[in-house]
């Protein structure tokens, strides 16, 4: 491990119990209070010329039927996204497995007031359930985020049971 990894050894596991859905949590980054989001965070770090504060949020839903196949998911989920996020730019989207689950790692990067972002997400559909994790940080922090990004996508763990948000 070099000075730039991450130790994931020291890093906890936060859990919805409701749900079964769950990400690694890096120490020292804060849970957030008063979103939809199942599990939300935030990096504590914040840059003295910048005032975006790199998070991720976990959000569990349960679609419509006919978006339970996971294709179909992630089509309406890039077609919401191009929808709701201005100048969204569709940088890449690869398949994963995310909990031993088929699903997508879709990258992209858009506009949101003053800031240029960029947006990770996982997604997988399970018995039912959309688990998506989006991974947001501004582009200038990008190079510093996104190891951290892949480390609490590669350890996140779909919905498999319970209500959605």
């Known amino acids: 491990m070099t ?3 991450p130790d994931v ?3 906890e596991f936060l ?3 409701a ?3 769950g990400i690694p949590r890096p120490p020292r980054w804060q849970q957030r209070d008063g979103t939809s989001a199942l599990i939300a965070l935030v990096d504590p770090f914040m840059p003295r010329d910048r005032a975006f504060r790199p998070n991720v949020n976990v959000v569990v839903e349960r679609p419509h039927e006919i978006l339970t196949d996971l294709d179909a998911f992630t089509a309406r989920s890039i077609q919401n996204m191009r929808g709701g996020l201005t100048d969204l730019q569709l940088i890449d989207v690869q398949p994963a497995v995310i909990g031993g689950y088929p699903g997508h790692h879709v990258t992209s990067a858009y506009r949101s007031g003053i800031y240029a972002l960029a947006l990770e997400q996982w997604w997988t ?3 039912g359930l959309g688990t998506t994790l989006s991974a947001t940080c501004s582009v200038e922090d990008y190079a510093r ?3 951290v990004f892949e480390l609490i996508g590669g ?3 779909p919905a498999t049971r319970g209500a959605a948000t």
Do not use: C, I, N, S
Request: proline residues 5%; without cysteine; hydrophobic residues 45%.
């Open 9 to 11: 050894q020291r890093w």
């Open 15 to 17: 859990a919805d119990e």
């Open 125 to 127: 559909v399970v018995g």
């Open 19 to 21: 749900t079964g859905a």
């Open 145 to 147: 985020m996104a190891p």
């Open 3 to 5: 000075d730039d990894e």
């Open 155 to 157: 350890g996140l763990v």
